[in-house]
């Protein structure tokens, strides 16, 4: 299965992502290292590195699925493009999609949470919150079923929530 998280920066994803996979299990693909790793290697930031990412993402969760193994996509996959791209990638290795949403419903915590995270990420910059509300305004409807977390929510119900989706309550 390839189970593909979204949402705005510092909702929670990456949070839920990281309990949701060792739950499965599921190999984990994050967009931001990825990022930051290429910056790290000399690729100018003026490059569309975040392309690229998504790519090399895609191309890492391939070798995952090959293998037989759920992969779980974590970026924030505000356009639909991405959105196909997963679906693509999905049908190539017939197996299920399942998209999960993350949205944080209290802006103030929202941007607290954007303010005071420290991921670790050698050379990633955090977006800051101005650059957060400007992707908001870019991020496109959906169209395909998914399944939405509020992050408000403890950690732990929504990871049970997740896994009940993209299980079947099995």
Not at 2 to 14: C, D
Not at 39 to 44: F, I, K, L, Q
Not at 45 to 63: I, K, M, S
Not at 118 to 125: D, K, L, N, P, Q
């Amino acid at each position: 299965m390839l189970i593909v998280m979204a949402g705005l920066p510092a909702v929670g994803k990456s949070s839920v992502a990281g309990e949701l996979g060792r739950a499965l299990p599921a190999a984990v693909v994050s967009v931001d290292p990825i990022e930051a790793a290429m910056w790290r290697a000399g690729v100018d930031r003026v490059q569309p590195t975040g392309l690229a990412a998504y790519l090399v993402a895609e191309a890492v969760a391939d070798g995952v699925l090959a293998l037989d193994q759920c992969v779980i996509i974590d970026a924030v996959n505000a356009m639909e493009v991405a959105r196909r791209q997963w679906r693509t990638l999905a049908d190539r290795h017939r197996v299920p999609v399942a998209f999960i949403e993350v949205v944080c419903s209290d802006s103030r915590v929202h941007q607290q949470r954007l303010e005071r995270r420290s991921r670790g990420i050698v050379g990633f910059e955090e977006p800051t919150w101005q650059a957060v509300q400007q992707r908001r305004t870019e991020y496109e409807p959906w169209i395909d079923d998914r399944l939405v977390l509020d992050s408000i929510a403890d950690l732990a119900s929504n990871v049970a929530k997740a896994q009940e989706y993209v299980t079947g309550g099995t």
